[in-house]
């Protein structure tokens, strides 16, 4: 079956050592992806995929290393959008990225005091979340102790996925976090929230929107179907799969493989169908402008399962900042700040812990927009 495709490549490539190394290689990368994907995989079309890229090459014109790595990750992203093959140089950099050593960039995780309310921001999980998650808790509680939290996951396109596990548990006292399955039945996993729990007993939103992704994905999730947490926003990006850095042996690189799918405690995967709020945050006209492109929208995206339930309430997010203005308060003592002016959402998210629920967050919008109307008869 694997002979067509070594023979085109060693009619394409440059005699040599590196040549053979790399034919034998296909062989291994095929193992194992047979052994590691979710789901069954057509080898005969992977191998197509592949000799697409060899085939129309001069004899002995290319790279044996190059022409190997275009080749494979033509084939591997037949597969799905997320997988693809890593030499081994990047094969480095991606293990310290996901165990956060890499040098530079976003902080994974920032905070603020808005009020009484404690907005923690996460840009990504890697190794170094758990820790700055304490950190975080720890000097705004020095500072003031919240009486609510959002926790901010827009943009938020993944990373980790223990360290997102981790995440979650840490909001939570108890209860189902993810589990992760994939083709063989006997190695799903599935993880359990312990006792210990952050700020416990304080009301929690967690803001999402379309960037939203994959390890983001799972612990708004997790917060959500255990009713630790309200969810805001808009539906998420939709990336339910899991990848795992698959070695292919000393020197010769890695594969960047989907290896299984996760689920939340209810069952559901967010594959494709995403995270859907509890109350929809409809965008103002400038943030509309911008648009996320889903998981759904990706060639060869993998199948996924049931739509999200529909949210128990749909507002316009510019009418979050007129209740806290009204009230007059100072920035101090829970008045709005200059950043919720600024970021419509996070005044909604402000707003609702403000009102304590759902019924109480509509009805404070509704009096608002009832006063407005009668202040200008």
Known sequence: ????????????????????????????????????????????????????????????????????????????????????????????????ALEGVSGGGVPVLSWSMEGEVLVLRLAKFTGAVSVAMEKAIAEAAAVRQPRGVVLDLRGNLGGAFRPAVRTADAFLAGGEIASMRGRNV?????????????????????????????????????????????????????????????????GKGALYLTTALFHGPSGRSVQLAGVGPDVELIATPENRAWEWRREADRAHALPGTDEPPPPKARVDESRCAAPRQQGGRRKEEGGISSQAKVDPALACALVFLDAGGIDAFLTALDAVTQTNADTYR
């Open 1 to 96: 079956m694997l002979a067509p495709l070594t023979s085109a490549y060693m009619r394409a490539v440059k005699p040599g050592e590196q040549a053979e190394l790399y034919r034998e290689l296909f062989q291994t990368v095929l193992e194992r992806v047979h052994r590691s994907y979710p789901r069954d995989v057509d080898v005969p079309a992977l191998i197509a995929e592949a000799l697409k890229t060899i085939e129309p090459l001069e004899p002995q014109s290319g790279e044996p290393a190059d022409v190997f790595s275009k080749s494979i990750n033509a084939a591997l992203a037949w597969l799905d959008p997320h997988s693809y093959y890593l030499d081994p140089q990047e094969q480095t950099s991606e293990l310290s």
């Open 186 to 250: 006997a190695g799903w996993r599935t993880w359990q929230a312990d006792p210990a729990e952050l700020l416990g007993g304080v009301p929690m939103v967690v803001l999402i929107d379309g960037g939203t992704a994959s390890a983001s994905e799972l612990v708004a999730a997790a917060l959500q179907e255990n009713g630790r947490a309200t969810v805001m926003g808009q539906k998420s990006f939709g990336k339910g799969s899991v990848q795992a850095i698959v070695p292919l042996g000393a």
